[in-house]
């Protein structure tokens, strides 16, 4: 079985003899790996700076194990040629020289308030909605409050409406819905109901998303520089977690109690000496309200890359929406 190396070639309108795929022959080996990529090098990079081009090898296998992996996982449940995977392409800046601190609480109107899912397991329609309200400011400066209840209601299986559900489902649902309401005409209530359409016209639409690699703590630097982006958190049951009121959160997870977030930024604690370099952390926009954490907000350490971050915040890949209108 082979899947389509979409994320790479960026091809999903290109003839099919141009396409590259992927299987499971081609990431059995360091050897069959550099035979896939120098495929795909002569196809898409051949005008790149020949310097460049083993520092994309490390990029491109990571990118090709993951569509893999993702495609194996997706494919019981859709045909291969409906799964069109992209990924972060890194920026300029990448990965050496990347800003030392990221927040985007400090540009104004970027994020809308926090917000207070209640009983509702909807933290995924939260941090997905927050995403889209980010970025359809950051391009087409207008801000507005979409639809968290639209989307617990209307987003289809596998997302569970208050029984949890994941972000990428959601975008999906906006892209076939062609936009998603405000808030205000249709709001929040805190509890699963029957999916309506109310009036009026959707008031945003997305083009499509992008996946952040997992366990890459600076490509998910690259990535919020750019948007806030939906990160998966584990561990949001334990005691500590719901008792979080402030400071660099250290754990204990436990790795289960799955619950997603927008990540908002990341930066380092000041130092205090040159014993003392500081803390390194992410910044995480909860749906708790903002009684709970640095007024709604978690600032969790950064780093444990190997172990998928602390309380798995790298463990899978992020996820953010992109092309707005």
């Not at 141009?18 to 795909?40: F, K, Q, T």
């Not at 507005?144 to 990428?168: F, H, K, W, Y």
């Amino acid at each position: 079985m082979v899947a389509a190396l979409a994320a790479m070639a960026l091809a999903a309108s290109m003839p099919v003899k141009d396409r590259i795929y992927v299987s499971s022959e081609n990431i059995a080996s360091e050897e069959s790996m550099r035979g896939l990529y120098e495929r795909w090098y002569a196809l898409y990079r051949r005008d790149d700076d020949p310097s460049e081009k083993e520092k994309r090898f490390g990029i491109f296998k990571e990118e090709a194990r993951a569509v893999y992996e993702l495609n194996e996982g997706n494919e019981r449940i859709q045909p291969r040629d409906e799964i069109k995977l992209n990924f972060h392409q890194p920026s300029q800046y990448y990965p050496d020289n990347l800003p030392l601190y990221v927040d985007w609480r400090d540009v104004d109107d970027v994020l809308t308030s926090v917000k207070t899912q209640g009983n509702c397991g909807s933290c995924w329609a939260i941090a997905a909605t927050g995403a889209m309200e980010s970025i359809h400011f950051l391009k087409n400066n207008k801000r507005t409050n979409l639809s968290i209840q639209e989307l617990v209601d209307c987003s289809p299986s596998p997302n569970m409406g208050c029984d949890g559900g994941r972000a990428s489902k959601a975008f999906q649902y906006v892209i076939k819905k062609h936009g998603i309401h405000s808030s205000a005409q249709y709001p929040y209530v805190g509890n699963g109901s029957h999916c309506t359409t109310p009036s009026g016209s959707r008031v945003m639409s997305i083009k499509s998303y992008h996946y952040v690699h997992r366990c890459n703590e600076k490509l998910l630097m690259d990535a919020v520089g750019h948007a806030p982006v939906v990160v998966a958190v584990l561990g949001s049951n334990t005691t500590e977690y719901k008792r979080y009121s402030g400071g660099i959160f250290r754990g204990p997870c436990n790795g289960t109690g799955g619950h997603q977030a927008l990540l908002v930024g990341y930066g380092t604690t000041r130092s205090d000496d040159a014993n003392n370099p500081g803390v390194k952390y992410w910044v995480v926009k909860n749906s708790w309200g903002e009684s709970w954490g640095e007024r709604g907000y978690l600032r969790i350490e950064r780093g444990h890359q190997a172990d998928g971050g602390l309380c798995g915040i790298m463990l899978h890949h992020s996820v953010y929406p992109v092309d707005p209108k």
